[in-house]
């Protein structure tokens, strides 16, 4: 999906921006070194003319095109030599008055030949982050900094008939082929076990791996979900920027819900989950929630209808092991 429409018109605006602040650089230096060397000044007009007088005498005799064209380059070739020579002997660069370019390869334009320029492509892979709201926690929690030790590998877990160990492997082979074939196959998860042992860690790796390839991935805990649902519903002075946020938590190409279960469970919270998952399935827009409740526990806490959509459009994923925080905070 990448960037909602509003998103690429602020960047494309922001392109407009340094394009103009450039163009505005270039005159105020053009207008300075014309005040300091007078001569510099000459030559740029006589540049000028004799462009402009070329192509007059191309458009009313083009018979003599070729003829003229040896003769008009040889005169710029030379005005332009004596211009650069102005500059180096006052201090300048020889290319002190060319057009500036934060991004010379797209000219600030963010394409070349139609296509997206890096300069663009990095600065929508940016915008992607920000959106998010997983700009720095990224860096630190991904697949390569994923770590199975701090699961047990000896002991069995009785529901699973595997060790925590081989089970986080099966769980992280699962999560890397719903990236494989995200764009492809349309899959929700939910992570479901005990505090502690990866799970939002897990909606981490997944949004990274995502978020570098161009996708949006807006994640919310539970409690930011209703809080910002909650604002649009009874806050009608802001309905505008409200309206947006909701859009984009719709159409987001992977919304993550962490924490469900914390929040305060009432009519309104349950309608609101419902109409979400709801919607987000008939738009074929996947969802990853984890929480720390049990099957039984998300089967007694929400609504009979909410639950038969956890079952039938989501792949229930439990994970089990100690508390890693502790563990890392003893280590």
């Given at each position: ?13 922001r392109?407009?921006?340094t ?153 992280r ?38 978020l ?66 709801e ?50 905070a003893?280590?």
């Amino acid at each position: 999906m990448g960037l909602l429409h509003t998103q690429h018109r602020e960047i494309m605006f922001r392109y407009d921006q340094t394009r103009m602040k450039n163009q505005q650089a270039l005159d105020q230096r053009i207008e300075d070194l014309f005040e300091k060397i007078p001569e510099l000044k000459q030559v740029q007009n006589d540049i000028m003319d004799l462009s402009l007088n070329q192509a007059r005498q191309e458009l009313l005799h083009p018979e003599n095109t070729e003829q003229e064209e040896t003769s008009y380059q040889q005169k710029r070739q030379d005005l332009s030599k004596r211009k650069t020579s102005l500059l180096q002997e006052h201090g300048y660069p020889a290319d002190y008055l060319d057009a500036i370019y934060d991004c010379p390869d797209c000219q600030d334009t963010g394409y070349i030949d139609n296509q997206p320029c890096h300069c663009l492509r990095h600065t929508m892979t940016l915008e992607l982050y920000k959106s998010s709201n997983l700009i720095h926690i990224l860096e630190e929690e991904n697949f390569d900094t994923f770590n199975e030790s701090f699961y047990n590998d000896t002991e069995i877990h009785e529901n699973l008939s595997l060790t925590p160990r081989e089970n986080i492997k099966r769980v992280r082979e699962i999560c890397q082929d719903f990236i494989r074939h995200f764009d492809d196959v349309y899959d929700n998860l939910i992570f479901y076990g005990p505090t502690g042992v990866g799970k939002t860690f897990l909606t981490h790796c997944i949004a990274k791996q995502l978020l570098d390839t161009s996708h949006t991935v807006l994640y919310l805990t539970s409690l930011q979900l209703f809080d910002i649902l909650e604002k649009n519903k009874f806050n009608k002075e802001d309905a505008s920027t409200s309206n947006e946020q909701i859009s984009y938590m719709l159409q987001s190409d992977l919304l993550i819900i962490d924490d469900l279960g914390t929040e305060l469970v009432n009519s309104f919270t349950a309608s609101q989950l419902f109409y979400f998952i709801e919607e987000r399935h008939i738009r074929q827009r996947s969802t990853i929630i984890s929480t720390n409740l049990s099957f039984q526990e998300l089967r007694d806490r929400y609504s009979e209808r909410i639950f038969s959509r956890f079952t039938g459009y989501y792949n229930f994923l439990m994970i089990v092991g100690e508390d890693i925080r502790i563990k890392k905070a003893i280590q």
